[in-house]
């Protein structure tokens, strides 16, 4: 079955610390991997596309990698900032005509 | 551009009754797929429609339906509605159908409470 996990389920951090989250999925043969984040009651905002022929993405304080032998994805955030307080979910795709699956997401507090 | 929007954005129903949730995708759009999201199960898929035809189908019951119109809109119905039916409907748009692993763009979500 093919499931995405995303540990630990909150994190609470205090401003200006570099952090990284992480994603796990089962099966490695992936399309692509996308990470999202979601302010609370609002729909979701893309982060970063990665695909599968991709290790890694950047946007500006954010950089995504990708190791498929292992079947992880990690979300690295460079100096912490309040603002970036959100749940942040990593969604995988398995082909180009699949659904996507979400992971369960990581809510992320930045202490002022 | 204007986003991704969905109508209407809460909506209180009793059980029994049915419901329609439209989501407009962003201009140009042709893929609409709708998400439902919960605090026990997280987000799920429900289906994902492209120039009108429904292309995937998540694993929900028969009472969840939906469509897409020739302006690339869609629809989304559920009748017969159950307590459990609750949670945020959230519907993204895309370019193609995840040819060229584009990013999908969510809309705001409609919120609905089933009593």
């Known amino acids: 079955k093919q499931e995405v996990t995303q540990i630990p389920a909150a994190l609470s951090v205090p401003e200006g610390e570099n952090l990284v989250l992480n994603c796990s999925f089962t099966d490695s043969a992936i399309y692509n991997l996308q990470w999202f984040r979601q302010d609370p009651g609002k729909g979701l905002t893309s982060l970063l596309l990665i695909q599968s022929s991709q290790r890694e993405q950047t946007?500006?304080?954010?950089?995504?990698?990708?190791?498929?032998?292992?079947?992880?994805?990690?979300?690295?955030?460079?100096?912490?900032?309040?603002?970036?307080?959100?749940?942040?979910?990593?969604?995988?795709r398995y082909s180009s005509a699949s659904k996507i699956i979400f992971g369960s997401g990581t809510r992320l507090s930045i202490r002022p | 551009?204007?986003?991704?929007t969905q109508t209407p954005r809460y909506l209180?129903?009793?059980?029994?009754?049915?419901?329609?949730?439209?989501?407009?995708?962003?201009?140009?759009?042709?893929?609409?797929?709708?998400?439902?999201?919960?605090?026990?199960?997280?987000?799920?898929f429900l289906f994902e429609y492209f120039s009108e035809t429904?292309?995937?189908?998540?694993?929900?019951?028969?009472?969840?339906?939906?469509?897409?119109?020739?302006?690339?809109?869609?629809?989304?119905?559920?009748?017969?509605?159950?307590?459990?039916?609750?949670a945020l409907y959230l519907c993204a748009s895309g370019r193609t159908s995840g040819r060229l692993g584009e990013t999908q763009y969510f809309g705001p979500g409609t919120r609905l409470l089933v009593l």
């Open chain 2, 54 to 86: 429904q292309r995937n189908k998540g694993n929900f019951p028969g009472r969840f339906s939906g469509r897409q119109f020739s302006n690339s809109r869609s629809e989304m119905n559920v009748s017969t509605l159950e307590l459990g039916d609750s």
């Open chain 2, 1 to 4: 551009k204007a986003g991704v």
């Open chain 1, 59 to 92: 946007s500006g304080r954010l950089n995504a990698s990708l190791d498929k032998s292992s079947g992880r994805s990690t979300l690295y955030i460079a100096a912490s900032q309040p603002g970036d307080s959100a749940t942040y979910l990593c969604a995988v």
């Open chain 2, 12 to 44: 209180i129903k009793t059980r029994g009754q049915q419901v329609t949730l439209s989501c407009s995708p962003i201009s140009g759009h042709r893929s609409v797929s709708w998400y439902q999201q919960t605090p026990g199960q997280g987000l799920q």
